[in-house]
C-alpha cells in the first residue's frame, strides 16, 4: 500500500485508489478485532485490486513513465517504480496467474459486496468538516428508550429499530448496545452564527469559520392552511435576547388552538418543569421564533413544534452560553446535499415534509450535474438514495475500479489465453 500510494500521482485515478484504500482499511480493522479470516479475506481481496489495477492498459502505461520531464523527477519516480516493482508491478507484467480461488473472489467480491463492513468504524477521521457523524454504536443509559436515544444522536427511531433488528417500541436494558448512522453533510458554511436546514432537522453553529456543533433539533409541524402554519419559516435573522429560566407568552395562534380543542385558554407559563421552553431561550429576529430547550426532549429530530426551534435539554445548556446576543443566522430548505470527499461522491436525501421541492430525484441530478459530478456518480445509486431518502449521507460513487479490472482481465485473456490454476 505504501508503495502504490507513493508511486501513483493521487490525481491519477483516485477513485480506484481509494477503494483499495478502504479495503486495506477493512482488513486492519477487522484484524484490530482479531477477526482474522475475514481480514484476511479483505486483504486478499485488496492484493487481487491492486494486481487487476496495474495490468489494466492505463496503469501500465502509466508505470512506464514516458518523457519524464526532469531528472529529478525521473528519478523520483524510478525510485517509486523500483518500490512496487518488486512485488505488485513485477507479478503482473510477468503475468502471475491467480489461483482459482483468488480468481473467484477477484471476480464475486470485487465490488465488496459479499464482505461485511466493520460495523463500528467510526469515519470521522476520513472526511473533512463537510462531512460529519459516524458509523458507530451507543450504549444505553437506564430507562433510556429508542426516541430519546433517536433525539440524542439525531437519527429516526425507524433508523435504529431497522439497523439493530427490533422494534420502535422495544424495551431497552442498560448497557445494550445500539448500532447507528448519523453521517451527514453540512448544507451551508459560514464564517460565524448558525444554520439551520429544515429537512435535516439539525442546527449548525460556526465560528472562526469553523463548525462548533451540530445539533438536532425539533422543527414545526407540516401545518399549514388558511387558518394555522405551524411550519418553520426560511430566512435570514438576528439573534436578540437570551433568557434562563423562561416565561413563556403563548402566542394567539395557539390560545386560538387551545379554544378550538376545548382546552383551557392559557395566556402564560411559569418557569418550571411543564414549561415548554425548558430552562434556556434564545430569541431570534423571525416573529414569535425562538431557539429553546424543551420539556419533550423525545420531540427532538421530528417536526412537532409550532414554528420554533427545540434542542436537545442536555445540550442547549452549552449551547446557550456559545451563542451570543447579535450573532446572525439563516434558516435553510435543503432536502437533498451532495458533497465530495477523499474523491468518493456522498448524497443524503430527506423526505421533502413541506412540500417545497420540484422532485427529489430532479434535485439529486441538478446538484450532481452542477457540481460536475455526473460521470464519478452510480445512477443506480442515487436513485436507491433518493426511494429511501434515508437522511444519511451515503457513498453513491462509480467505482472505476470494476471495469478497470474487467478491461484488464479481457486484455489479458485475448492475449495468454484463459488463466490456469495456480500450483
Given at each position: 500500500?505504501?508503495?502504490?500510494?507513493?508511486?501513483?500521482?493521487?490525481?491519477?485515478?483516485?477513485?480506484?485508489l481509494?477503494?483499495?484504500?478502504?479495503?486495506?482499511?477493512?482488513?486492519?480493522?477487522?484484524?484490530?478485532?482479531?477477526?482474522?479470516e475475514i481480514?484476511?479475506?479483505?486483504?486478499?481481496?485488496?492484493?487481487q485490486?491492486?494486481?487487476?489495477?496495474?495490468?489494466?492498459e492505463?496503469?501500465?502505461?502509466?508505470?512506464?513513465?514516458?518523457?519524464?520531464?526532469?531528472?529529478?523527477?525521473?528519478?523520483?519516480?524510478?525510485?517509486?517504480?523500483?518500490?512496487i516493482?518488486?512485488?505488485?508491478?513485477?507479478?503482473?507484467?510477468?503475468?502471475?496467474?491467480?489461483?482459482?480461488?483468488?480468481?473467484?473472489?477477484?471476480?464475486?467480491a470485487?465490488?465488496?459486496?459479499?464482505?461485511?463492513?466493520?460495523?463500528?468504524?467510526?469515519?470521522?477521521?476520513?472526511?473533512?468538516?463537510?462531512?460529519?457523524?459516524?458509523?458507530d454504536?451507543?450504549?444505553?443509559?437506564?430507562?433510556?428508550?429508542?426516541?430519546?436515544?433517536?433525539?440524542?444522536?439525531?437519527?429516526?427511531?425507524?433508523?435504529?429499530?431497522?439497523?439493530?433488528?427490533?422494534?420502535?417500541?422495544?424495551?431497552?436494558?442498560?448497557?445494550?448496545?445500539?448500532?447507528?448512522?448519523?453521517?451527514?453533510?453540512?448544507?451551508?458554511k459560514?464564517?460565524?452564527?448558525?444554520?439551520?436546514?429544515?429537512?435535516?432537522?439539525t442546527?449548525y453553529?460556526?465560528?472562526?469559520?469553523?463548525l462548533?456543533?451540530?445539533?438536532?433539533?425539533?422543527?414545526?409541524?407540516?401545518?399549514?392552511?388558511?387558518?394555522?402554519?405551524?411550519?418553520?419559516?426560511?430566512?435570514?435573522?438576528?439573534?436578540?435576547a437570551?433568557?434562563?429560566?423562561?416565561?413563556?407568552?403563548?402566542?394567539?395562534?395557539?390560545r386560538?388552538?387551545?379554544?378550538?380543542k376545548?382546552?383551557?385558554?392559557?395566556?402564560t407559563v411559569?418557569?418550571?418543569?411543564?414549561?415548554?421552553?425548558?430552562?434556556?431561550?434564545?430569541?431570534?429576529?423571525?416573529?414569535?421564533?425562538?431557539i429553546?430547550s424543551?420539556?419533550?426532549?423525545?420531540?427532538?429530530y421530528?417536526?412537532?413544534?409550532?414554528?420554533?426551534?427545540?434542542?436537545?435539554?442536555?445540550?442547549?445548556?452549552?449551547?446557550?452560553?456559545?451563542?451570543?446576543?447579535?450573532?446572525?443566522?439563516?434558516?435553510?430548505?435543503?432536502?437533498?446535499?451532495?458533497?465530495?470527499?477523499?474523491?468518493?461522491?456522498?448524497?443524503?436525501?430527506?423526505?421533502?415534509?413541506?412540500?417545497?421541492?420540484?422532485?427529489?430525484?430532479?434535485?439529486?441530478?441538478?446538484?450532481?450535474?452542477?457540481?460536475?459530478?455526473?460521470?464519478?456518480?452510480?445512477?443506480?445509486?442515487?436513485?436507491?438514495?433518493?426511494?429511501?431518502?434515508?437522511?444519511?449521507?451515503?457513498?453513491?460513487?462509480?467505482?472505476?475500479?470494476?471495469?478497470?479490472?474487467k478491461?484488464?482481465?479481457?486484455t489479458?485473456?485475448?492475449?495468454?489465453?484463459?488463466?490456469?490454476?495456480?500450483s
Amino acid at each position: 500500500m505504501a508503495g502504490l500510494c507513493s508511486f501513483l500521482v493521487t490525481e491519477s485515478l483516485p477513485q480506484e485508489l481509494s477503494s483499495i484504500k478502504t479495503c486495506f482499511e477493512h482488513a486492519e480493522e477487522f484484524e484490530k478485532n482479531e477477526e482474522r479470516e475475514i481480514a484476511d479475506r479483505y486483504y486478499l481481496l485488496a492484493l487481487q485490486k491492486i494486481k487487476l489495477f496495474l495490468l489494466s492498459e492505463k496503469q501500465v502505461k502509466i508505470a512506464n513513465i514516458e518523457k519524464p520531464v526532469s531528472k529529478t523527477s525521473a528519478a523520483k519516480h524510478e525510485t517509486a517504480s523500483s518500490a512496487i516493482s518488486s512485488e505488485i508491478l513485477k507479478d503482473a507484467e510477468n503475468e502471475t496467474p491467480l489461483s482459482s480461488a483468488e480468481k473467484k473472489l477477484a471476480e464475486a467480491a470485487l465490488s465488496d459486496a459479499m464482505l461485511p463492513a466493520p460495523a463500528t468504524t467510526s469515519v470521522d477521521a476520513h472526511f473533512s468538516d463537510k462531512i460529519i457523524g459516524r458509523i458507530d454504536t451507543y450504549k444505553v443509559k437506564n430507562r433510556e428508550t429508542i426516541s430519546i436515544i433517536a433525539a440524542k444522536l439525531g437519527v429516526s427511531r425507524q433508523h435504529l429499530a431497522k439497523m439493530n433488528g427490533i422494534r420502535v417500541n422495544s424495551t431497552l436494558k442498560a448497557g445494550q448496545e445500539i448500532k447507528y448512522d448519523n453521517r451527514r453533510i453540512v448544507p451551508l458554511k459560514i464564517q460565524d452564527g448558525i444554520v439551520i436546514n429544515i429537512p435535516d432537522r439539525t442546527l449548525y453553529f460556526f465560528r472562526n469559520g469553523k463548525l462548533q456543533n451540530s445539533l438536532p433539533v425539533a422543527l414545526g409541524k407540516p401545518v399549514k392552511n388558511r387558518k394555522y402554519d405551524w411550519t418553520t419559516p426560511t430566512g435570514k435573522f438576528t439573534i436578540t435576547a437570551k433568557q434562563k429560566n423562561p416565561t413563556w407568552k403563548v402566542p394567539a395562534s395557539i390560545r386560538s388552538e387551545m379554544e378550538e380543542k376545548g382546552q383551557e385558554i392559557i395566556e402564560t407559563v411559569p418557569p418550571g418543569p411543564t414549561n415548554p421552553l425548558g430552562k434556556y431561550a434564545i430569541k431570534t429576529s423571525i416573529p414569535n421564533i425562538l431557539i429553546h430547550s424543551t420539556s419533550e426532549p423525545a420531540s427532538i429530530y421530528s417536526f412537532a413544534s409550532h414554528g420554533c426551534i427545540r434542542v436537545y435539554p442536555e445540550t442547549m445548556e452549552n449551547f446557550f452560553y456559545q451563542v451570543r446576543v447579535k450573532s446572525h443566522g439563516e434558516i435553510i430548505y435543503r432536502p437533498v446535499k451532495i458533497a465530495m470527499e477523499n474523491n468518493r461522491v456522498f448524497l443524503e436525501v430527506h423526505r421533502d415534509i413541506y412540500g417545497k421541492s420540484p422532485g427529489l430525484e430532479l434535485e439529486a441530478r441538478k446538484e450532481i450535474n452542477k457540481l460536475q459530478l455526473k460521470g464519478k456518480v452510480d445512477w443506480k445509486k442515487v436513485e436507491s438514495v433518493v426511494k429511501h431518502s434515508s437522511g444519511i449521507a451515503e457513498d453513491v460513487t462509480l467505482d472505476m475500479l470494476d471495469s478497470a479490472a474487467k478491461r484488464a482481465k479481457s486484455t489479458y485473456r485475448d492475449e495468454h489465453g484463459p488463466v490456469p490454476p495456480q500450483s
